[in-house]
């Protein structure tokens, strides 16, 4: 198997060119610079004349309060993108693992969200997320759509490395206590990919919407606690952090919530094993902090 990685430069393709050779999967990494998937005929051009035995789609345009401005680019990225990349797949009988997100849901659901409770996202960037699932499932029909949600890594941006540095400039934060979701490292979501990679290369037939997160829940104050405690570990971080409601802290785009996500399915399918989400934290902050 060749797996063919856009957004490469991103948390979740840098995590999967990190750890696919480790498992015996050979990779190949296009970057934004090097593939804009918006550009059909560059898609076509680029993954044409490498050896693609499965494309994973890690671009993405991610900037959630942004798109509200810039719907286009948007809708762009995170659904003509994916569509581009489907009608190669299919043309080339390869399989497109997609990845998605929790914000194609309101977050109005008193439990975790299932793999078939109805989208209803809450923004453009969530909008146009739904839209590239959407494409995905009408353009090529060997697809698994992951979907995934609370995303960080040691590096880019995202709430874990925002929390370090409010706290090494302040003695008081004040976070977010009333949404809840599953905390889940861009690691795992790379080993749950190359998971779902083997199980193709043993034949077998996976297509579909999955949702994976790390085991547990957590709201961003239970979050930011847990953030705190393990980097003390590392060096002092003297700062109260204080839960406050989503209305204390006002965003272009209201969150979820609930961004919690049933992730049976893919446990079942995959005989995947999610660890408990502190865990795969433990393991960034010291990446973060050793390196
Ligand atoms: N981050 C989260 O909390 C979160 C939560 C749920 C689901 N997800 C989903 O998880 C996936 C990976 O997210 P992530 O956190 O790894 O995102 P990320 O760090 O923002 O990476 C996205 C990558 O896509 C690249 N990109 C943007 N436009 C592109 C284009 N036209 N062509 C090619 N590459 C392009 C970006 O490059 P530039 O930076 O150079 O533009 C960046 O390297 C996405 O599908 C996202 O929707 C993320």
Redesign the pocket.
């Known amino acids: 198997m060749t797996m063919l990685v856009?957004?490469?430069?991103?948390?979740?393709?840098?995590e999967l060119l990190r750890r696919a050779r480790a498992h015996g999967i050979d990779v190949i990494g296009?970057?934004?610079?090097e593939?804009?998937?918006?550009?059909s005929d560059q898609v076509d051009a680029a993954l044409s004349r490498l050896p693609v035995t499965v494309v994973v789609?890690?671009?993405?345009?991610?900037?959630v309060d942004r798109a509200e401005h810039d719907k286009a680019a948007a809708f762009?990225?995170?659904r003509d993108?994916p569509a581009n990349l489907a009608q190669f797949c299919t043309g080339q009988g390869i399989p497109l693992i997609?990845?998605?997100?929790?914000?194609v849901f309101d977050g109005n659901k008193p439990g975790p969200y299932t793999e078939n409770d109805p989208v209803a996202p809450l923004g453009v960037?969530g909008a146009s997320?739904a839209a590239?699932e959407q494409a995905v499932r009408e353009l090529a029909p060997k697809h698994v759509i992951l979907?995934?949600?609370?995303?960080?890594?040691a590096h880019?941006?995202?709430?874990v490395k925002t929390m370090l540095r409010l706290g090494r400039e302040r003695d008081e934060i004040g976070v977010v206590a009333d949404q809840v979701g599953c905390p889940?490292a861009?690691g795992e979501?790379a080993v749950a990919i190359i998971t779902v990679i083997k199980a193709m290369q043993a034949g077998g037939d996976p297509w579909g919407t999955y949702h994976f997160c790390a085991a547990g829940q957590a709201s961003w104050y239970q979050f930011a606690c847990r953030i705190f405690e393990i980097a003390s570990r590392y060096r002092p971080y003297p700062v109260t952090v204080k839960p406050i409601p989503g209305t204390a802290y006002p965003t272009p785009v209201r969150r979820p919530a609930n961004s919690v996500l049933d992730c049976s399915r893919i446990e079942e399918t995959f005989d995947l094993d999610r660890r408990p989400w502190p865990g795969p934290l433990a393991d960034v902050l010291g990446e973060i902090h050793n390196n």
């Open positions: 856009t957004g490469c430069g991103g948390q979740v393709g840098t296009l970057s934004h610079q593939l804009d998937i918006t550009r789609n890690a671009a993405a345009y991610t900037a762009a990225v995170n993108g997609h990845i998605s997100t929790d914000y960037y997320k590239g979907r995934t949600a609370w995303v960080y890594s880019g941006h995202n709430f889940t861009a979501i």
